[in-house]
T-cell receptor, first 114, second 113 residues
């Protein structure tokens, strides 16, 4: 069964600190992995997307890594800001015929305190 | 670009009533997706369309749910009859042909009492 597991479920850090969120998946055959940020009451917004051949992708203070051998991804946030408080969702897709089928993680809830 | 537009933002209805959620995708996007998000189950893909044609509706929970896309600029998700367990945030998203990036709407928060 295709699954995406994220950890930790929730995280509280102080403003300015770094943090790393984890995503493990059993999705196969792998096509791509995306990290989304979802602010409370809003729709998810794409942060990064990585295909099989990519092992790191940065978007400002966000850096995602991918190890396709161990089926693990991480999202590292540098010098956190209050606006980083949100849910972070890992989505792994398989390619089936002409379609991409996504499997969603449950998300990590991040709270950044001043 | 106004992004993906969903309406209404909030809907409160009584059990047994029909509910219709609406979505206007980004112009030029070939794909449209309907998702449901709850605390218990997270984000779930319900159905998606390619060029207005439903491709995969295996995520639709039961026959009470139906979705249509009569043209490239409009889609509806209908629940009839609604039940309290349908209470959730329903998101619509659209994506271009390569489908690597989805753009989500702001969601409709549905409460069935």
């Amino acid at each position: 069964k295709n699954q995406v597991e994220q950890s930790p479920q929730s995280l509280i850090i102080l403003e300015g600190k770094n943090c790393t969120l984890q995503c493990n998946y059993t999705v196969s055959p792998f096509s791509n992995l995306r990290w989304y940020k979802q602010d409370t009451g809003r729709g998810p917004v794409s942060l990064t997307i990585m295909t099989f051949s990519e092992n790191t992708k940065s978007n400002g203070r966000y850096t995602a890594t991918l190890d396709a051998d161990t089926k693990q991804s991480s999202l590292h946030i540098t010098a956190s800001q209050l606006s980083d408080s949100a849910s972070y969702i890992c989505v792994v897709s398989v390619r089936s015929g002409g379609s991409y089928i996504p499997t969603f993680g449950r998300g990590t809830s991040l709270i950044v305190h001043p | 670009d106004a992004g993906v537009i969903q309406s209404p933002r909030h809907e409160v209805t009584e059990m047994g009533q029909e509910v219709t959620l609406r979505c206007k995708p980004i112009s030029g996007h070939d794909y449209l997706f309907w998702y449901r998000q709850t605390m218990m189950r997270g984000l779930e893909l319900l159905i998606y369309f390619n060029n207005n044609v439903p491709i995969d509706d295996s995520g639709m929970p039961e026959d009470r749910f139906s979705a249509k896309m009569p043209n490239a600029s409009f889609s509806t998700l209908k629940i009839q009859p609604s039940e309290p367990r349908d209470s959730a945030v329903y998101f619509c998203a659209s994506g271009p042909r390569d489908r690597l990036i989805y753009t989500f709407g702001s969601g409709t928060r549905l409460t069935v009492v």
